[in-house]
């Protein structure tokens, strides 16, 4: 089994943590994303879509998707659960995971992929040749704005994103927000719930994997 | 429970195929998307990020995203399995129905919802005041045209999407193609393998649910 990692995306950076909260050791291969690693023909001859993480498994597959490589570690090791373990409790869990890519995740990579010159032309993840949209950026900053306001209120209520118990959903919100103070959006000083969530979980053991 | 829903969106559609296929019957709340039925104070009490569908479960909480929904009634009745059984089948199917999502409805939505008059001002689903960017419609074009490729590829040695077995990650895909043919991008003529595999998922008895 191999994953292959770059340390400054945010997406290899969530399944990094959850393996550490698994307790599970895979070898990685860095991939430089900047220096358009993940473009050329001998990555794209590993993953097509040109997309990371990807996990290549012994008997020659691969899985290119996040959530699909967290769910798959989550089957072969199910301690400790970090997608739920009641049906209530895995729906909550998807969909606050969902929300945090959704809202979140695509609001800073609208932001950051469409105003960083390092991004020219990469407009789009996995491929070259579109050009950056600025009025993305705008488009960016208010859902990222609103992303905030709903952890906020959420985390009110609740210790963690789905309940009780740390969840995926946790990793993808972490990784989103960290994500988005590095793209010059912080969390606002007024979301002091949000501050509270993400100073406990930042304290994880995982947390910088 | 009730599931609030809308004939003419792709996302509502996927919940309601599930639930044919599960034989789970939900009553449901026909909201109008199309004469903003999802922004207004009253829906957005029962569902502040004003997306479709929404399933209230009978202890008032409700589930706003469609994989989540799925999933719930995949637990609650796991017969016929629609997410997969085996640890790889799991991440195959929901790695297939994240491609299906991101290469696939995204691209179809960004054409759709920035080209379209009646989605003026509405580019970003859920909220009103985002301009429709043009550019998007461009981006959007080539994103979907690269989807069908991937499809194609896989559907040449598959049988469906994720394997042997009828997934969720067909009911994303074919949700996602026939919103792409109403959005004036249907199956290009030469991908022989999506039409075959089309015309099959389309005579099953949930698929026009």
Not at 26 to 49: E, H, K, Y
Not at 108 to 128: C, E, I, K, Q
């Amino acid at each position: 089994m191999l994953l292959y990692d770059n340390r400054h995306a945010p997406s290899p950076r969530r399944v990094r943590i959850f393996l550490k909260e698994k307790g599970i050791d895979v070898p990685t291969v860095p991939v430089d994303i900047l220096a358009g690693g993940n473009l050329t023909p001998d990555f794209m001859q590993v993953s097509p879509r040109g997309l990371l993480p990807v996990l290549c498994l012994d008997n020659g597959m691969i899985i290119d998707e996040t959530v699909a490589i967290c769910r798959y570690f989550e089957e072969i090791k199910p301690e400790p659960s970090l997608f739920g373990l009641t049906p209530l409790d895995k729906a909550l869990v998807e969909s606050w995971s969902r929300r945090a890519e959704f809202d979140g995740m695509g609001g800073v990579a609208d932001v950051f992929r469409n105003s960083v010159p390092l991004m020219a032309n990469r407009g789009v993840p996995g491929r070259t040749g579109d050009p950056q949209i600025p009025q993305l950026v705008d488009r960016g900053r208010i859902t990222v704005a609103r992303f905030y306001q709903m952890l906020d209120d959420r985390l009110a209520h609740s210790r963690y994103l789905a309940g009780d118990q740390f969840s995926v959903a946790d990793i993808t919100a972490l990784c989103t927000i960290d994500f988005s103070a590095f793209a010059g959006m912080p969390i606002p000083d007024e979301d002091t719930n949000v501050r509270r969530w993400h100073k406990d979980v930042s304290q994880r053991p995982g947390a910088y994997a």
